[in-house]
């Protein structure tokens, strides 16, 4: 059964795009089969695998008749046209077996308003009735037809009517942060704001409107898998003083605020998964700034801990310092995969 996995911070600037494609990576890496949703109208997801400029296959998904994004996916219920939903053609990744892109599109935010007004009204207008649940059977159709494990969906940051419905119809999500005052206070927000979410989906799930429209609602509870604290400037392996400060805000207030608000609606794991990964504070992975591998890494469309010598082009001890920063980004991602599969294995026979 595909698992769905939401990566969604209302606050930007805290690589959660970079880190979708590169948790995505080391997934399919290890045997998995996952498609990565871009659900940003920005489409950085987009950009970053299918390249930003003069890419044939960047034309081609952006032409007004293309059916290979998700705009164009969710156009049947949203444009209310006869032929009912298909299952989106997704991209192959290059160099990656396994890993699949649904691209994101500009026009997406054209649906924001309609979906809106569609959540609202709890399907009380029968035209609209169909909508709340379009995205996941989207998904689900794409999903079956790739025999995906895994939907990585890189949501935007905003508290948008598109990511209150792709993160409450989610199995599990993560929540990316940087170590900076606004994340810390983004962790306090989401505490708010994910139940007041939550709330809105049971009440989706109950209504009858919904569930018996074409595309019904799912009955589901997403699960916080945990966060991940990136882009720290490192000293002698660790983080340096100022960032320390704010990762132990974020950890305090995920432990002290998020954690309890989102398990009394049962939306966290049992404590025993979150402990044998060796968890402080439910935080996934601790990642250091990429500096100036991650141009090299959107260049090459390649994930930093799978770049070549060539693609790197140094030589000497530059080309060495770097190839040991390549070990150090492979090991925490190779962590954080490992990570996901455990946490989000068998879950409900725990």
């Not at 929540?175 to 962790?187: C, E, G, Q, R």
């Not at 139940?195 to 809105?200: K, L, R």
């Not at 009858?208 to 589901?220: G, H, I, R, S």
Request: proline share 6%.
């Amino acid at each position: 059964m595909t698992k769905r996995i939401a990566l969604f911070n209302h606050k930007g600037g805290v690589s959660k795009t970079t880190t979708t494609f590169n948790l995505g990576w080391r997934l399919a890496s290890a045997g998995k089969r996952v498609v990565l949703v871009d659900a940003d109208p920005q489409s950085n997801l987009t950009g970053m695998i299918l390249g930003y400029r003069g890419a044939p296959e960047l034309e081609d998904f952006y032409r007004e008749e293309s059916s290979r994004n998700l705009k164009s996916g969710l156009a049947p219920a949203f444009e209310s046209r006869p032929a009912p939903m298909k299952a989106v053609d997704c991209f192959p990744v290059k160099n990656r077996d396994g890993l699949f892109l649904l691209p994101g599109h500009i026009g997406l935010s054209e649906y924001e308003v309609t979906l809106g007004i569609a959540q609202e009204l709890s399907g009380s207008i029968q035209t609209l009735q169909n909508l709340p649940g379009a995205i996941s059977c989207l998904l689900n159709k794409t999903a079956d037809k790739f025999d995906a494990d895994y939907i990585l969906i890189d949501l935007n940051p905003s508290l948008s009517s598109f990511n209150q419905n792709l993160l409450a119809t989610s199995d599990y999500f993560i929540v990316p942060t940087a170590p900076d005052y606004y994340s810390a206070m983004a962790i306090d927000s989401l505490a708010k704001v994910i139940p007041s979410w939550i709330d809105w989906s049971k009440r989706a799930q109950a209504s009858l409107v919904l569930q018996n429209a074409t595309y019904p609602f799912p009955k589901v509870t997403p699960k916080f898998i945990g966060t991940i604290i990136q882009n720290y400037r490192p000293r002698s392996g660790e983080p340096t003083r100022g960032f320390q400060r704010w990762i132990d805000d974020i950890k305090s207030k995920t432990s002290d605020m998020l954690f309890p608000a989102l398990s009394q609606l049962g939306m966290t794991l049992p404590a025993e998964r979150y402990q044998r990964n060796g968890m402080d504070a439910y935080c996934l992975a601790m990642i250091p700034d990429f500096n100036s591998l991650i141009a090299v890494s959107q260049k090459a469309r390649t994930p930093i801990y799978d770049l070549t010598d060539e693609q790197i082009g140094q030589t000497g001890t530059v080309l060495a310092q770097t190839k040991k920063s390549q070990a150090t980004f492979r090991e925490i991602f190779s962590g954080l995969a490992d990570k996901v599969i455990d946490l989000t294995s068998d879950a409900g026979s725990d």
